[in-house]
């Protein structure tokens, strides 16, 4: 995902009087597989240098200097193109009384939970099991069961029921706002696994963006929610009509004793679902996908 083209190395800079700091500034040139990789992918990945880490090159290690900001900035050249300025200094936070400013601090992560209206997609089979403690246990529950009447019937509408579901928020400031990539991964879902999580259950929502201006610098903060949905955004319909397919491939209309017209529910194939049979869902991809890898990994959780 990230190649690293090169590094420049500066001189050290001599101690200044004032604050009896030695420093030395680096620049790493970096190379990203999709131009929508975030700066903080590109902070946490292995061979760059972290913060507090000392001060090596292809010589020497000088022990008294060690990492104390990085500014990572898109470059002119390339939407792939990325530079990376490492600041090392002699002072480490023990001695060192700065305050931290905005752009170095790391994302503010924030969980929380939502409640929505959903169809119903399946009941307790039968009375619930009690676990060794005495305490009930939804071991019997079955997501492809569809709620339908003793005729085996779908109901119409189908019920709703309240569901919880996670939200993570992640707030981050930035030196300079580049719009594409939120807008990119907006409304979208993850391609692939993200956060230990399968692909398709955390979808991106709108960003939330405004600007920051102190007495020294503006920046901008922004906010982006992820919110998860274990049965993955996919819809998921429930698979009925008003007729089926026949094994001669005909469509045969689902009538009731006095011949009109009604619903029934169909098996995977078209056919008319038995009548002991678990309901079957259509599933639909309806929202496109990225890769969510490209804007943070797990190491926002350190």
């Given at each position: 995902?990230?190649?690293?083209?090169?590094?420049?190395?500066?001189?050290?800079?001599?101690?200044?009087?004032?604050?009896?700091?030695?420093?030395?500034?680096?620049?790493?040139?970096?190379?990203?597989?999709?131009?929508?990789?975030?700066?903080?992918?590109?902070?946490?990945?292995?061979?760059?240098?972290?913060?507090?880490?000392?001060?090596?090159?292809?010589?020497?290690?000088?022990?008294?200097?060690?990492?104390?900001?990085?500014?990572?900035?898109?470059?002119?050249?390339?939407?792939?193109?990325?530079?990376?300025?490492?600041?090392?200094?002699?002072?480490?936070?023990?001695?060192?009384?700065?305050e931290e400013e905005p752009l170095d601090k790391k994302?503010?992560?924030?969980?929380?939970?939502?409640?929505?209206?959903?169809?119903?997609?399946?009941?307790?089979?039968?009375?619930?099991?009690?676990?060794?403690?005495?305490?009930?246990?939804?071991?019997?529950?079955?997501?492809?069961?569809?709620?339908?009447?003793?005729?085996?019937?779908?109901?119409?509408?189908?019920?709703?029921?309240?569901?919880?579901?996670?939200?993570?928020?992640?707030?981050?400031?930035?030196?300079?706002?580049?719009?594409?990539?939120?807008?990119?991964?907006?409304?979208?879902?993850?391609?692939?696994?993200?956060?230990?999580?399968?692909?398709?259950?955390?979808?991106?929502?709108?960003?939330?963006?405004?600007?920051?201006?102190?007495?020294?610098?503006?920046?901008?903060?922004?906010?982006?929610?992820?919110?998860?949905?274990?049965?993955?955004?996919?819809?998921?319909?429930?698979?009925?009509?008003?007729?089926?397919?026949?094994?001669?491939?005909?469509?045969?209309?689902?009538?009731?004793?006095?011949?009109?017209?009604?619903?029934?529910?169909?098996?995977?194939?078209?056919?008319?679902?038995?009548?002991?049979?678990?309901?079957?869902?259509?599933?639909?991809?309806?929202?496109?996908?990225?890769?969510?890898?490209?804007?943070?990994?797990?190491?926002?959780?350190?």
């Amino acid at each position: 995902m990230i190649t690293i083209l090169g590094r420049k190395i500066s001189d050290r800079e001599a101690e200044d009087l004032d604050t009896l700091e030695e420093s030395a500034t680096d620049i790493y040139l970096i190379q990203t597989a999709h131009r929508y990789v975030s700066r903080f992918v590109i902070m946490a990945w292995p061979g760059l240098p972290q913060v507090g880490d000392l001060y090596v090159t292809d010589e020497d290690t000088i022990g008294d200097l060690r990492v104390k900001r990085r500014r990572v900035r898109p470059s002119d050249d390339s939407d792939l193109l990325w530079e990376m300025e490492v600041e090392y200094s002699s002072k480490t936070k023990e001695n060192n009384e700065e305050e931290e400013e905005p752009l170095d601090k790391k994302p503010e992560v924030e969980f929380d939970f939502e409640t929505y209206q959903t169809t119903a997609e399946g009941a307790l089979l039968d009375s619930a099991a009690d676990d060794d403690d005495g305490a009930a246990v939804d071991s019997q529950f079955a997501w492809t069961k569809a709620l339908t009447n003793s005729a085996n019937e779908p109901f119409d509408p189908q019920p709703e029921v309240d569901q919880v579901r996670p939200v993570l928020t992640v707030t981050y400031n930035e030196a300079f706002l580049n719009i594409r990539p939120l807008m990119f991964f907006a409304n979208r879902v993850n391609s692939v696994a993200w956060l230990g999580c399968p692909p398709r259950t955390w979808k991106m929502g709108g960003p939330r963006i405004h600007r920051v201006q102190d007495a020294e610098q503006s920046y901008w903060t922004v906010s982006l929610t992820f919110t998860f949905n274990k049965q993955t955004w996919d819809l998921q319909i429930l698979n009925q009509g008003t007729y089926s397919i026949d094994g001669a491939g005909d469509k045969q209309p689902f009538v009731d004793a006095e011949g009109n017209r009604i619903v029934g529910l169909l098996d995977a194939d078209g056919a008319e679902l038995a009548t002991d049979a678990d309901a079957t869902f259509e599933r639909y991809r309806v929202y496109r996908e990225g890769d969510f890898n490209f804007i943070f990994t797990d190491s926002i959780f350190l």
